[in-house]
């Protein structure tokens, strides 16, 4: 069985949904691959006091980024994983993600790859992130 062709984003978010990193990887590869780039992707949280923090207190994620070498790495860099959750409020957390990925490919030409080259992609990824970025933040401004 040959594997799928094409390849598929990844989206680190911060809790209102504005992303923090993102990734590319083949369609045919599993998702947990793609957990440990993102959390290194993360960049410096600066704050008026201490040190710089440079990775989350809590993280949510499908069940596919878990595994037991997963939990452990994230265990060892202190970041929490909170329970599974019912399917009743499964929803509840999911939408922000799902709502940051749409407002990455509201951009026409991330819809459709029309690059070849992954760094390419990539490239187009990180810019329409960064105008994401500046969008929401402007309109938290005003």
Wanted: proline share 5%.
């Amino acid at each position: 069985m040959a594997g799928e062709k094409g390849s598929k984003p990844h989206v680190l978010s911060e809790a209102q949904g504005i992303p923090l990193a993102v990734a590319v990887s083949g369609a045919n590869t599993h998702d947990n691959l793609a957990l440990k780039p993102l959390i290194r992707g993360i960049p410096a949280i600066r704050s008026r006091r201490g040190p710089c923090r440079r990775r989350p207190v809590e993280l949510r994620a499908d069940k596919a980024y878990f595994s037991a070498d997963h939990l452990a790495w994230l265990r060892e860099r202190g970041i929490v994983r909170p329970g599974v959750e019912s399917s009743e409020r499964l929803g509840r957390h999911r939408w922000k993600i799902e709502r940051s990925i749409a407002w990455l490919f509201g951009y026409r030409r991330l819809t459709v790859r029309y690059e070849r080259k992954g760094s390419r992609f990539l490239a187009l990824l990180g810019l329409a992130a960064a105008l994401t970025c500046y969008k929401k933040l402007a309109k938290l401004a005003t």
